[in-house]
């Protein structure tokens, strides 16, 4: 057997974690569908914003509640797009994880950030400055993700709603030094429009406008979908090699490091040798034999 084939010399050298993340890039190339991925704190919409998007007015497809309801990623294709709902970021340890997942998967992105908040807060600038950190292309992430403003109906002024997007705009340009596309919405405008039959509630649910600008992000990009795919997978295997030749490294200094020390103890031990022989030397000249 080759050695990287066997699996536990491969996890001696690379976490489970690397090999997952490279089994995930490498799939994702053979899917012809376009994912699209909902992020956000806890409780913010996200999942009933995707009900919205699939037409779902029963909210079935996406499990909602005031109750922390979504704990795994979950995925519903409609109209040839893969909408992937992630569990509340911060909401638990491994969550920000299934995001990181999520997004690292994805060609678009929904980022959920609910109006009552007013701008982002701390653990949501925490979450862009980690994609800014370790993104190889932070730029590229504001361009394949739309910023949703959730949960409109609940302001009665509509310039706390503007103020809200012109914070949030600041917030984006000044960490990733490019505009964001915010899109205001109510999810729950739309089903009550769904339900009561109601044009003007739909209208104002603007999740049709939602549902456009996805579509004009899939055509924009469609083209580089699969050219940003490989890059992905490229670059986790370019920062996997280097990690392995880190390792390699490590393990040389550790060889030649233990071949001093190995050859420190020789040394001592033939001085001790010496020593011995001539405390003998001596010791049978005393005696005169
Ligand atoms: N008023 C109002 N409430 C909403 C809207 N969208 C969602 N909600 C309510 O907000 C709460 C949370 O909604 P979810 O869609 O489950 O939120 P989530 O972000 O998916 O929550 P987690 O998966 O637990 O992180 C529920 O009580 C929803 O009814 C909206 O547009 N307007
Ligand atoms: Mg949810």
């Given at each position: 057997m080759s050695k990287i084939g066997d699996k536990n010399f491969v996890l001696k050298y690379l976490t489970q974690?690397d090999?997952?993340?490279?089994?995930?890039?490498?799939?994702?190339?053979?899917?012809?569908?376009?994912?699209?991925?909902?992020?956000?704190?806890?409780?913010?919409?996200?999942?009933?914003?995707?009900?919205?998007?699939?037409?779902?007015?029963?909210?079935?497809?996406?499990?909602?509640?005031?109750?922390?309801?979504?704990?795994?990623?979950?995925?519903?294709?409609?109209?040839?797009?893969?909408?992937?709902?992630?569990?509340?970021?911060?909401?638990?340890?491994?969550?920000?994880?299934?995001?990181?997942?999520?997004?690292?998967?994805?060609?678009?992105?929904?980022?959920?950030?609910?109006?009552?908040?007013?701008?982002?807060?701390?653990?949501?600038?925490?979450?862009?400055?980690?994609?800014?950190?370790?993104?190889?292309?932070?730029?590229?992430?504001?361009?394949?993700?739309?910023?949703?403003?959730?949960?409109?109906?609940?302001?009665?002024?509509?310039?706390?709603?503007?103020?809200?997007?012109?914070?949030?705009?600041?917030?984006?340009?000044?960490?990733?030094?490019?505009?964001?596309?915010?899109?205001?919405?109510?999810?729950?405008?739309?089903?009550?429009?769904?339900?009561?039959?109601?044009?003007?509630?739909?209208?104002?649910?603007?999740?049709?406008?939602?549902?456009?600008?996805?579509?004009?992000?899939?055509?924009?990009?469609?083209?580089?979908?699969?050219?940003?795919?490989?890059?992905?997978?490229?670059?986790?295997?370019?920062?996997t090699e280097k990690q392995l030749h880190s390792k390699i490294q490590t393990n040389k200094l550790e060889i030649s490091k233990q071949k001093q020390a190995q050859k420190e103890y020789n040394d001592r031990l033939y001085d001790d040798i010496k020593k011995i022989e001539n405390t003998l030397v001596n010791m049978y000249q005393k005696l005169g034999v």
């Amino acid at each position: 057997m080759s050695k990287i084939g066997d699996k536990n010399f491969v996890l001696k050298y690379l976490t489970q974690e690397d090999i997952r993340v490279i089994e995930d890039l490498t799939n994702s190339l053979k899917s012809k569908n376009i994912t699209v991925a909902c992020m956000g704190l806890y409780n913010h919409g996200k999942s009933s914003l995707l009900n919205a998007l699939v037409g779902d007015i029963e909210g079935e497809t996406f499990k909602t509640a005031d109750i922390r309801k979504t704990i795994k990623n979950k995925q519903y294709t409609h109209k040839g797009l893969v909408y992937v709902d992630t569990p509340g970021l911060n909401a638990r340890k491994n969550d920000d994880k299934r995001v990181m997942d999520a997004v690292r998967k994805s060609d678009i992105n929904i980022f959920v950030h609910n109006v009552n908040t007013g701008e982002f807060v701390v653990s949501e600038v925490d979450f862009f400055q980690n994609i800014k950190r370790y993104w190889n292309n932070p730029k590229e992430f504001v361009e394949r993700t739309i910023f949703v403003l959730s949960r409109i109906d609940e302001v009665n002024d509509d310039d706390d709603i503007a103020k809200a997007i012109s914070a949030m705009s600041l917030q984006i340009k000044d960490i990733f030094d490019c505009e964001p596309t915010i899109v205001p919405v109510s999810a729950k405008r739309w089903t009550a429009g769904q339900i009561k039959d109601k044009m003007l509630l739909i209208k104002k649910s603007n999740i049709r406008m939602l549902d456009k600008t996805i579509k004009n992000l899939c055509d924009k990009y469609s083209n580089s979908f699969v050219e940003n795919r490989k890059t992905r997978l490229n670059d986790k295997l370019d920062n996997t090699e280097k990690q392995l030749h880190s390792k390699i490294q490590t393990n040389k200094l550790e060889i030649s490091k233990q071949k001093q020390a190995q050859k420190e103890y020789n040394d001592r031990l033939y001085d001790d040798i010496k020593k011995i022989e001539n405390t003998l030397v001596n010791m049978y000249q005393k005696l005169g034999v």
